[in-house]
T-cell receptor, first 114, second 116 residues
Framework: DADVTQTPRNRITKTGKRIMLECSQT?????MYWYRQDPGLGLRLIYY???????NKGEISDGYSVSRQAQAKFSLSLESAIPNQTALYFC?????????????FGPGTRLTVL | AQSVTQLGSHVSVSEGALVLLRCNYS??????LFWYVQYPNQGLQLLLK??????LVKGINGFEAEFKKSETSFHLTKPSAHMSDAAEYFC??????????????FGKGTLLTVNP
C-alpha cells in the first residue's frame, strides 16, 4: 500500500462549488504539505503543517483552507472554486531531521474547475 | 529568500548519450539541495540530495549531482541515458527560514525526452 494517499485522484467541478481534497499518510511523519503544480511553473506551496496544532500559509494560500484532523490526515479545501484553481495538487510528508528533510509525495489529484 | 533556476524547460537526448540537467540556486545561507523526478501520472520521488559533506552526490538510477558553492550550482548528470529516464526533473532548495522552518522551493522543472 502507498505511504501517502490522496482522494479523489480526479475531480471535475463547477465554479463556486466547495471542494475538499484529502490526504492520508502511514509514514508516521509530523510534517505535511499541500502543493499545486501548473505546467511551466513547477510546484508551489499552498499550506504546510508541522504538527496537528501548527498550520502555516505557503506562498499561494489565497482561496484555500486546510484542516489537520490528525497526525496522519491533512485536507485541503477550496471554499468557492474558480477556473484558475484548475491544477494538479500534491500532498507531501516529511520527518524533521534537522534540515534537508526528504519530502514524500502522494500521487496527486487532478482538479478541473469549469 | 531562496530561489531555483533550471536552465532549459525541455532537454532531448539520444539513448546512450550524456544527460545534463542544469540547476542554479540562490540562498542566503548554506542550502540543502534536492533533485526530484516525476514520471508521467505519478507524484515526485527523490533522486538525490545534498546536505553536508561530500559535494558529489550519487542517487538512484545512475544519476549524480555536484554541489559547487562558487557557482551556486547543483547540476544533475547521468553518463548514459536510458529510455526509462524520460520524465520531468525538479531541482529544489531548502534552507532555514526561521526556527525549524525548513521549506522546499522548487524550480520550474525540466522535461527530459530520450530518443531511440
Amino acid at each position: 500500500d502507498a505511504d501517502v494517499t490522496q482522494t479523489p485522484r480526479n475531480r471535475i467541478t463547477k465554479t463556486g462549488k466547495r471542494i475538499m481534497l484529502e490526504c492520508s499518510q502511514t509514514k508516521g511523519h509530523d510534517r505535511m504539505y499541500w502543493y499545486r503544480q501548473d505546467p511551466g511553473l513547477g510546484l508551489r506551496l499552498i499550506y504546510y503543517s508541522f504538527d496537528v496544532k501548527d498550520i502555516n500559509k505557503g506562498e499561494i494560500s489565497d482561496g484555500y483552507s486546510v484542516s489537520r484532523q490528525a497526525q496522519a490526515k491533512f485536507s485541503l479545501s477550496l471554499e468557492s472554486a474558480i477556473p484558475n484553481q484548475t491544477a494538479l495538487y500534491f500532498c507531501a510528508t516529511s520527518d524533521f531531521t534537522g534540515g534537508g528533510d526528504t519530502q514524500y509525495f502522494g500521487p496527486g489529484t487532478r482538479l478541473t474547475v469549469l | 529568500a531562496q530561489s531555483v533556476t533550471q536552465l532549459g524547460s525541455h532537454v532531448s537526448v539520444s539513448e546512450g548519450a550524456l544527460v545534463l540537467l542544469r540547476c542554479n540556486y540562490s540562498s542566503s545561507v548554506p542550502p540543502y539541495l534536492f533533485w526530484y523526478v516525476q514520471y508521467p501520472n505519478q507524484g515526485l520521488q527523490l533522486l538525490l540530495k545534498y546536505t553536508t559533506g561530500a559535494t558529489l552526490v550519487k542517487g538512484i538510477n545512475g544519476f549524480e549531482a555536484e554541489f559547487k558553492k562558487s557557482e551556486t550550482s547543483f547540476h544533475l548528470t547521468k553518463p548514459s541515458a536510458h529510455m526509462s529516464d524520460a520524465a520531468e526533473y525538479f531541482c529544489a532548495v531548502s534552507d532555514l527560514g526561521g526556527g525549524s522552518n525548513y521549506k522546499l522551493t522548487f524550480g520550474k522543472g525540466t522535461l527530459l525526452t530520450v530518443n531511440p
